[in-house]
């Protein structure tokens, strides 16, 4: 075994990375709860106009905190649970259903696993196989396809594919590329349709589909497209409080009762539970 003593020497890179000690992640978890409070503190402050650059920020620490299984949270308090969806359901179009805020908390022995809460749908539409749409825009067939290079639905793309067909076709005196159903009438092609696009969130939107949609897209723009459908259901309620500033709230109240060491943060924190 070769001696080191003289010859070994640590230097400074730009590669080494060493894991945070509890106390270091729990310093991580105060600086993203921290970020919140402000938005909250300059809401407050300053005038509508800015509200859109506020949310922008807000929902950073939510995609940061609940959405990577090893996140600093997460790993900080493995069983993390959230509050049920207790919101009010609308129905501002034909088929579509929003859960609106107010949010309301329950007691924490009926609280989730993070897992389990950010499968829940803020939003869907109220459909059958019968009822999806016999032809597709290109854009939404092109949409459609992306979502279908997911690494749990990629198996299915050939598939879809295999039952919609181009065409050119005019729409109100424009010609342009659309996508047919090769058998529109056909109940079993319209139900594994339906269940394909289901698979992707054609029909349904999950918070983590709805967070991660307005963290990558708004907050850090990964990339330029957007949903108009999702953006909508982050609307103000009545006290000017969006979706994201309910579950930002939420994210800091759960926080204080499941981690010890966080229960005397924001000593002055409104009690939430109903």
Known sequence: MKKIDDSYEVKLNFIDEFNLSRNGMLNEIKTEFDIIRLCFQEQGRLDKTYEPMLNRILVMPL????CE???????VCPDFKMPHLKGYPIKPLNEQV??????????????IPVEEWLKQEISWFDRKAEDIVKILPKHSYEAILKRLNGKNVRH???RFESLYYSDEAEYKGKVSEVYFKTDPNDPGTNKEVFEILDQIGYNKLSIYDFI???????GAHVDVDHSIGIEMINGADANDFTPIHYFSAQLIYAAKKQIQELSDYWIEMPELID
Do not use: C, T, Y
């Open 63 to 66: 995609r940061k905190l609940l």
């Open 69 to 75: 299984n090893n996140s600093v949270l997460l790993q």
């Open 98 to 111: 929003i859960v609106r805020p107010p949010f309301n908390v329950e007691p924490q022995e009926a609280w």
């Open 156 to 158: 299915l793309k050939s």
């Open 212 to 218: 991660k949609h307005l963290s990558d897209k708004r």
